[in-house]
């Protein structure tokens, strides 16, 4: 069972974190060509990696199978999740890419 100290959601407790070399994968994955997707995905590692679960790297791997304009909807609130990224794990990790990127200031 899960010490009571753990803040984190159910679920996502359960994930393992993810290790270096998964890390390492999960970074080049992540390579877009189109830099404001970049530049949302790089603050996301910045202020996530250490804490990177299984799950995250499931919603995330999920969110880079999207093309590079429909990301970006999706990172400026311009549209929300369908179809195979309409997974909580997506969802979630959508959430940490949105607030890691400043997209709560963008307005389009």
Request: hydrophobic fraction near 35%; charge should be negative; proline fraction near 4%.
């Amino acid at each position: 069972m899960q010490s009571p100290s753990t803040t984190s959601i159910a679920p996502e407790a359960a994930s393992p974190l993810l290790d270096e070399r998964e890390l390492s994968k999960l970074h080049w994955r992540c390579r877009r060509g189109l830099l404001e997707n970049d530049l949302f995905i790089e603050q996301f590692f910045t202020r996530y990696e250490s804490t990177l679960t299984q799950r995250h790297a499931q919603g995330m791997r999920a969110l880079m199978d999207l093309a590079d304009n429909d990301l970006l909807d999706l990172l400026l609130r311009r549209r929300e999740p369908s179809g195979e990224q309409d997974t909580q794990e997506a969802r979630e990790v959508l959430g940490m890419l949105r607030q890691s990127g400043g997209a709560t200031a963008v307005h389009a």
